[in-house]
């Protein structure tokens, strides 16, 4: 079983031999067994085989830690852990259970470290297993990174199988029948006779017995479940409008709370004047908060109402004030010392040449903008603090409404809510600490805050602004020179640094991601990425870096491949210098039928981004009539190793196509006054019905790693989508968004 | 003159004497409640019925997830001052549930539409109506009736197929 076990200690330990083989720091915390969270509140007969499942006499749960945004986590994660536990969908229970530092994302912190992920060696899978220590150390239950199957593939597998194994060894106890006799077959022991013995009725005989660890995984070839269609757990609830998410939530005696935050995002609340709302219907408190005022009333519209009527006097703004010293800081930051140097193969300033091609690219802030606005419920009593809201991030949650609470973490329980989007909002929890604040005036009373959409679009934490400026030289039909600098502000500072008071020394990879690491062999090739200081915050927001950067970088590089004269996805196949990459290309191409005429008026376009180590390529085809631009066909073509859901994949590439096109073309928040501008979706309005292009996905399974879907597909989208204007009309797109330049019809 | 109280009238008589001052028919259930009439139909529904299938997404008629029906009709139910609703309303959880779905309910389950779902309350309701009005929507119809929906998760390919097989399976397909 020596292979088996391996198989076990590289999903709870995490790294396996890279981890033995080159890292000492935090090894001693590795070893450290992690508390098991279902152990505390675990009622008489039930037994925590796993943290990942829980039977009990009312059936089996499967705790899905990762939170579910609409991207089907709970689904996929469910289905992970029931392939080898031997139920099916419609016999479980589904609990995003409690925080805890058993649940830490490993797959998240490899994306962290500096190597490609293409990169296989010894020394980039030595450190990932380091920053997979340190993120476990910290206890990181995030959500986040498109990392939730990668994170859980063998872990959830193992869980279903450990638990599978002790319940048949619960069994073999109980009827004296030798375990190699017994099956498992729809949430039940089946003895050789045919009888079932129903997982629940040998719960608490498994609970006495030591758990079964060394189990063997199924072949592929055995699946029921994985990598055939499935009906998502939550389908029928989102049908019928039965789903309560975090805004639905209920609680007996609960008030409703809205707040009004300084429109200068961050800045001080000097004072206020609540006479005139303080006598509105409905009110019951209005008190201070950071940043602005809340109000406290018997229903979420009268608390809007009431928010709206108190009179504040607002302290300045904390950055710089106007859209235009924002592009200046980051005009500004290409003058500073490198944040860091990704790639610098070659001679590239030799290369350039007397005369280089060159042009800037930019990227706008964007919100999050999630349908459902952020809210939370919050309940002080007792020294206890219970938290129900949609969360990517429930340790920090925990940690930051406990000080705000004054009361100890283990007293803050949080209920994670099903989340109506997210694209990154959910990783913030500033709603939550307002709740907290509100609540703490409110004891023993369930406080439930809902931002209204001004407020969300105000106060969000945004997609950094960037530019990035670039030089080339092409040369015997090819790309033989890319010079890439690029300027943003750091998420990582921002988000896990002044808002999460974390340490964030060196370098932040989201700055140059998906720049630095594409697997292009172009001789002289340098990336150089320039922190700009004193922007708004900012956060990660679907795809994060690579959201503008595929923008800058396969934009520039199809103007090059256009100056070379040559043809836009054969030479992207030709500089590809990655076999999965390269095959994806061509699965593009052949699906497009790429180089067939498409008639006048009309151009396509390719794009290609790696992030989170899923490649992805996309064509789009537009025509370009009187009234504007329309699009017509998109074709994605992507490798992840292993697709668990077809179905809910195909829905999660569409979307994300949908989400990079949508912005793409009509969307950017801008700054006056220290504020933000738009309030609203009709400001910001993204892809419609009537613009949705047919979009054609496929999947191949060559990767040898397996890799998310969440966000990969967004990246490409806007730079074929450019390309292809360009293709149908002559103009090329150089900033974001597009209908500055062009009309879409 | 002879004197009558017909059961109907007694009856709001004695609920005007407990203070409601708007008489609310939803999923066919009279409500008699005590709320501003210029308070959205919205937030009636939500926090005074505690109705939860329309949501709230914008507040100004520009995402369609507060989509309820007015007698059959297609309405932002976040821009309706209640006070100004005649006739009766029907929300997500009026139209089916899980043990009875209606025809577009059962379609946008088997072509699995929801992503994050906030939005496909608001959706089912619009073509729902949509179908109610025209059995044999055409694409320009489909994306005219559901274009004012706002999706943030791009689930529109499946919209658009989901319709199309509800409208099939309404008129027997």
Known sequence: ?745 | MQVTFPAQALYLWERRLEGYTVKLTVNGAEHFIDVEPEMPLLWVLRDELGITGPKYGCGIAQCGACTVHIDGMAVRSCSVEVGAVEGEVTTIEGLGTPDSLHAVQAAWVEHQVAQCGYCQSGQIMAAASLLEMNSDPTDEDIDAAMSANLCRCGTYPRIRAAVKTAASRMNGA
């Open chain 1, 1 to 745: 079983m020596g292979r088996l076990k391996t198989i076990g200690r590289r999903a709870f330990l995490v790294g396996s031999a890279a981890v033995v083989g080159g890292v000492a720091f935090g090894f001693y915390l590795y070893k450290k067994p992690v508390e098991n969270p279902l152990l505390e509140d675990l009622a008489e007969g039930a037994a925590a085989l796993t943290p990942y499942v829980r039977v009990d006499a009312d059936g089996v749960t499967l705790i899905t830690p990762r939170a579910d945004k609409g991207q089907g986590a709970y689904s996929v994660q469910a289905a992970m852990i029931a392939e080898e536990l031997d139920v099916e969908l419609d016999q479980i229970r589904v609990d995003p259970g409690v925080p805890s530092p058993a649940y830490w994302n490993t797959a998240l912190a490899a994306e962290a470290v500096p190597f490609a992920a293409t990169d296989q060696g010894a020394m980039a899978t030595a450190a990932r297993g380091t920053v997979g220590a340190v993120m476990k150390i910290m206890g990181m239950q995030i959500t986040g990174g498109s990392s939730t199957v990668a994170d859980g593939f063998e872990k959830l597998r193992i869980a279903g199988a450990v638990a599978r194994e002790t319940l048949k060894a619960a069994a073999a106890q109980k009827t004296g029948v030798a375990v190699a006799r017994l099956r498992t077959q729809g949430g039940a022991v089946i003895l050789p006779d045919g009888r079932e013995i129903p997982y629940q009725e040998l719960a608490s005989e498994a609970s006495q017995i030591a758990p079964v660890t060394e189990v063997a995984l199924r072949q592929p070839a055995q699946w029921r479940l994985i990598g055939k269609p499935m009906l998502r757990v939550d389908m029928v609830a989102k049908s019928t409008g039965t789903l309560d998410y975090g805004i639905d939530a209920r609680l007996d005696g609960m008030v409703h709370a809205a707040v009004v935050l300084n429109p200068r995002q961050g800045g001080a609340l000097n004072s206020f004047d609540a006479s005139a709302a303080k006598g509105m219907r409905g009110v019951k408190k209005i008190v201070p908060v950071t940043g602005g005022v809340g109000v406290i009333a018997d229903n979420t519209w009268r608390a809007f109402q009431a928010a709206a009527a108190v009179e504040c006097d607002w302290g300045p703004a904390v950055f710089a004030p106007e859209m235009a010293d924002h592009w200046a800081e980051l005009e500004q930051a290409f003058d500073t010392d490198p944040d860091s140097q990704g790639r610098d193969d070659g001679d590239v300033e030799n290369a350039l040449g007397e005369t280089p091609l060159t042009a800037e690219y930019r990227a706008p802030y964007l919100a999050h903008a999630p349908l459902e606005p952020i809210n939370a419920v919050v309940l002080i009593k007792d020294g206890r603090v219970d938290v129900w809201t949609g969360t990517q991030v429930p340790r920090f949650t925990q940690n930051n409404v406990a000080a705000i609470a004054g009361v100890e973490p283990e007293q803050v329980h949080i209920h994670a809510q099903m989340m109506g989007g997210s694209f990154g909002h959910r990783l913030e929890d500033e709603v939550a600490r307002r709740c907290t604040e509100l609540a703490m005036e409110m004891q023993g009373v369930p406080v439930k805050l809902t931002f209204s959409r001004e407020q969300d679009f105000g106060h969000d934490y945004l997609r950094p602004a960037a530019i990035a400026r670039m030089r080339g030289a092409v040369a015997e039909g090819t790309v033989k020179t890319l010079d890439l600098a690029v300027s943003a502000p750091s998420v990582l500072a921002s988000q896990m640094g002044e808002r999460q008071g974390m340490a964030m020394p060196g370098p932040d990879s989201s700055i140059s991601q998906a720049l630095w690491d594409q697997p292009y062999g172009i001789e002289n090739y340098r990336v150089t990425a320039h922190r700009a200081r004193n922007m708004a915050p900012v956060s990660s927001w679907r795809s994060v870096g690579a959201s503008q950067n595929a923008f800058f970088h396969e934009g520039f590089l199809s103007e090059l491949i256009t100056a070379a004269g040559g043809d836009q996805l054969d030479q992207r196949i030709a500089l590809c210098t990655d076999d999965v990459s390269r095959r994806v290309l061509q699965t593009v191409g052949d699906m497009s039928n790429w180089g067939r005429d498409l008639g006048p008026n009309r151009g396509r376009g390719v794009a290609f981004c790696m992030s989170f180590g899923t490649p992805v390529a996309e064509v789009v085809e537009v025509t370009s009539t009187p009234e504007g631009i329309r699009i017509d066909n998109v074709f994605v073509a992507t490798d992840v190793g292993r697709v668990i859901d077809p179905v809910n994949f195909e829905n999660l590439v569409q979307g994300g196509v949908v989400f990079g096109l949508g912005h793409a073309m009509n969307c950017e928040i801008t700054i006056a006054d220290g504020g933000i501008e738009q309030t609203n979706f009709h400001e910001y309005e993204g892809m419609r019905m009537y613009q949705c292009p047919r979009i054609t996905v496929k999947a191949l399974e060559q990767n040898s790693h397996i890799r998310g879907i969440g966000e990969p597909p967004v990246p490409p989208a806007a730079p074929a989508l450019a390309s292809a204007i360009f293709d149908a009309t002559g103009v090329r797109l150089r900033e974001m968004p597009f209908n500055k330049f062009v009309d879409f019809v």
